[in-house]
């Protein structure tokens, strides 16, 4: 044993000391082969593995030199092109293809092998989108003069001998056109260029056979060329991507460990296209032998269940979350109003139990003061005593804070009454909590904030309303707010003239602007048919006035309310429009401005209180606190008479939600909300019974008692309604004023010209009759409904046009007349045009109405309300929130179409296959063709 031992040892120390010499000997025998064509020792076992190492070496000199072209033009795909080349080309592991390649060109494969420079041009080939990858472009060895057997698909030729070989050689083509033969297996020679390249891994690239039948050369797709009978087929001739050169890659159900070599794949694995080994399948699914994708028809079971349970649990109870929501501010909401009245009303219980305190204290002074002024004697002075011992102590205190007594009832009542100084200095119990009810209404919750502008900014005593964080907090100091503002409008209703006028004239209460408007000679025509629908229009509405639009249909009220607010689209304006006596753009002020348009534009999937706090979230001022936000809301809600909608959805077309009445209330309070200091409304009361009408008239009422300048066009107001009116601005047909003032000295104009109301008879719908031409007006008047805007120009002393005047003949208005302004009056004539020009009117003028919009929309004018709305972004998150909370609401909806698209996706998705290629696109497209059947 010893013996055998010493012998491996020896052994192996002669082959370690053998080896260098071995090798050296081996690499300068290859040399010199490869320059003097020596073959001789190809055929050695121990010399063959080493020339393959060899010349894989030189082999990986020349692939690291092309991943820097790859990764400069391939980096859309290619992440790391070390990486992925290192994992294309890396055949350290398995070098059989190169050595039975080296044995077949007898050690000549270097001379076959592509240099860099060829390698690159065949790249360039296949990123150029002019040329396929089976075709390469004309090169010095394959052109029109020069095109040897290795110019043909699958075959390569070699370097003659003479000639040095350098594969880094990256500028130019070597000539090889010698000993042309078929390429090696696990090579690839393309059509057009006499050189090998190496298949990548994930390719399988055996020698080509003919298929007699069909003269293919399978498994590839080229053919032999003719007239020559002794070409046979080669190897593999292209190598690109899966959809041109699909034949080269590792077919599906199969592996490939190396380029040469393709085995099947076994059971309980899959083997996708270009794969290199098998995958285990995952658990629960299944993979028969030969396959390329795994059975996974368990996972798409339990992914389909999860998902319809996630569907179904969303259309039942997507409404809960909201509803819950809802739910628990709504108690807050409840809790915080009770709050406030419980609070409000013991503040009415302590004033009432005041009154009657500081009544009985005023009487009982002046019955003592009238006992005390009397002489009597010494037993009258005793009982007075006595009275006075009986007398509660509440009373004696009482005296300080009655009316003033005179000297004598003083003295004696002090001389009759000796007062403890302690008793002097401390007032009692009851008053002390009666002053500080005077002090501070709200002691419940000592909120005591002090607003002096609500636009700029809140100061006063804000130590309660920096910790005004929780919901029951805020509502809390909001209806606190609101019962106290109850109580001031309850006792403005019994103030007196000179109160009154003291309320109108403060000052410290008003927090809104002041707009004031006058306009003159106010004409719109229209661009595309030269027509006049509102013609010199003169006059003013004024804040803390409700101004009423009224006429017949096609007088311009609409028209009339949109030129005030800078509205009129694709009209011609001509006249005047101040604002408080300034020349300056309505856009300037459109901060503080609300225009409430005749068509609804609430959001459906909304509540009535989410419509309204989004509407003064976006536009409200920035430095204004949520309480006061809060505070700005619930005061619309409470003066519109919505509390008992609140919580309900406006609702759709689809979805019933609150009456007509209340969504053009919600309408009228999105505007309201905002605080505006100009209120524009077109026909808020259309569509609303009386008693509907009159609240919204009441509150309105209110905003004009806080300053704002109320406009707004009625339809047939009720006499009750109209009587609640300021203004009135009567248009008659062509959009002339009939009337323009105190709508209660319109029944005195009017009778002025003859023209009495009949008993019985609502004067707007009079009014109106006559201007509609329905009624002649009866009496010795005989005035027709196009003289009286003649009537009030004169009236009034204004310029009248010149196609009027034929209606002022009659009467003696020699000097008005003489002095109109003839140029203000422009006669329209009408021309006739060709259907072309027409045309082009039309197209022109729905450009210039379109770049109006446009200009109005993104045209910024100088801000001068003193407003600072929410920027951009806070008012993108309110969008979000909204958006989330319609997306909550239409969840049903959405459910339902996710889950047929579901059921269409598994039904359908499961008639056709998808592979590598395709990714499952025709699976899609089927989907979405059942779908658009389904529909």
Known sequence: MNNMCSWMSSKNLCVILWLPFLVLSLFLGIIHCQE???????????????????????????????????????????????????????????????????????????????????????????????????????????????????????????????QKVDLRNSKEIPARTSNCEACCEGFFCPHGITCMIPCPLGSYCPLATLNKTTGICEPYLYQLPPLQPNHTCGGANVWADVSSSGEIFCSAGSYCPTTTKRVPCSSGHYCRTGSTSEKRCFKLSSCNSNTATQNMHAYGIMLIAALSTLLLIIYNCSDQVLTTRERRVAKSREAAARSAKKTANAHQRWKVAKDAAMKGATGLQAQLSRKFSRKKDAEDMEKVKILNQLTSETDVELFPHSHPVTTSSMAASSSAMPVPKEKEKEPSGLMQIIHEIENDPEIDDNFTVETETRDKKVTGNVTKTKQMHTRSQIFKYAYAQLEKEKTEQQENKNLTFSGVIKMATNTEKRKRPLIEISFRDITLTLKAQNKHILRCVTGKIKPGRITAVMGPSGAGKTTFLSALAGKAFGCLVTGSILINDRNESIHSFKKIIGFVPQDDIVHGNLTVEENLWFSAQCRLSADLSKPEKVL??????????????????????????????????????????????????????????????????????????????????????????????DDLILLGKGGLTVYHGSSKKVEEYFAGLGINIPDRINPPDYFIDILEGIIVPGGSSRLSYKELPVRWMLHNGYPIPLDMRQHAEQFDTSLSVNSANETDSISLGHEEKTFAGELWQDVRNNVEVQREKIRLNFLTSKDVSNRKTPGVFKQYKYFLIRVGKQRLREARIQAIDYLILLLAGACLGSLTKSSDQTFGASGYTYTVIGLFCAK
């Open 36 to 162: 003097m064509n020596d073959y001789d020792q190809i055929d050695n076992p121990a010399v063959l593995p080493l020339i393959t190492q060899l010349v894989y070496t030189r082999l990986s000199n020349l692939t690291s030199l092309l991943s820097q072209q790859i990764s400069s033009q391939s980096t859309f795909c290619v992440k790391d092109p070390d990486a992925d080349w290192n994992q294309a080309f890396n055949f350290s592991s398995d070098l059989g293809f190169l050595a039975s390649c080296v044995k077949k060109t007898r050690g000549d494969i270097t001379r076959r092998l592509c240099t860099a420079a060829e390698v690159k041009f065949y790249l360039n080939s296949l990123l150029d989108r002019s040329t396929s990858a089976s075709y390469l472009k004309p090169n010095k060895n394959c052109n029109l003069t020069s095109w040897v057997p290795g110019c043909e698909p699958g075959w390569a030729c070699s370097v003659p001998s003479s």
């Open 632 to 725: 700005v809301v619930e005061r619309v809600i409470e003066f519109l008479g919505l509390q008992s909608v609140r919580n309900s959805l406006v609702g759709t077309v689809e979805k019933r939600g609150v009456s007509g009445g209340q969504r053009k209330r919600v309408n009228v309070g999105l505007e309201m909300v905002m605080e505006p200091s100009l209120l524009i409304l077109d026909e808020p009361t259309s569509g609303l019974d009386s008693a509907s009408s009159q609240l919204l008239l009441r509150a309105l009422r209110r905003e004009a008692l806080e300053g704002v300048n109320i406009c707004m066009v009625v339809h047939q107001p009720s006499y009750a309604l109209f009587q609640m009116f």
